[in-house]
């Protein structure tokens, strides 16, 4: 059995259908697909489960400069991906921001409890 669970995978919000059934996922890429969905839940918004998701209402709606932006979502991140019992730490976020868009971009390497890496990856809105 797989210390990090298995469900069904997804394409960008869809189920996946191979040969007929439901396509599964396990391990890391069951990780790594989960600690996507809770990055781009809003936190608060699943009526099971009202402390799951990200919030960044508090890093987008303070003044600030994006440095100090950059921080709040930051810890926000750990905060969020630290919640789930499979991760054993957040060892990395980096931020991918265009002054053009209303999106960051970010990348989080996290390092699950059997010791495996997984990089995750989300767009944020503003």
Known sequence: ???????????????????GD??????LANLAQALTLRLLTPYGSDRFHHLYG?????????????GE???????????????????HEVTGVEFAEDPTRRVWSV???VEAVDGRTAAVSAELEV
Do not use: K, Q, W, Y
């Open 22 to 27: 439901l396509a599964p996922v396990s391990g």
């Open 69 to 87: 932006v950059r921080d709040l979502l930051r810890l926000e991140i750990v905060r969020t991906l630290a919640a789930d019992p499979r991760v």
């Open 1 to 19: 059995m797989d210390v990090l669970g298995h469900g069904l995978l997804l394409d960008d919000g869809d189920l996946v259908l191979e040969d």
């Open 107 to 109: 990348s989080v390497l």
């Open 54 to 66: 990200l919030s960044v209402e508090e890093a987008f709606t303070r003044p600030g400069v994006v």
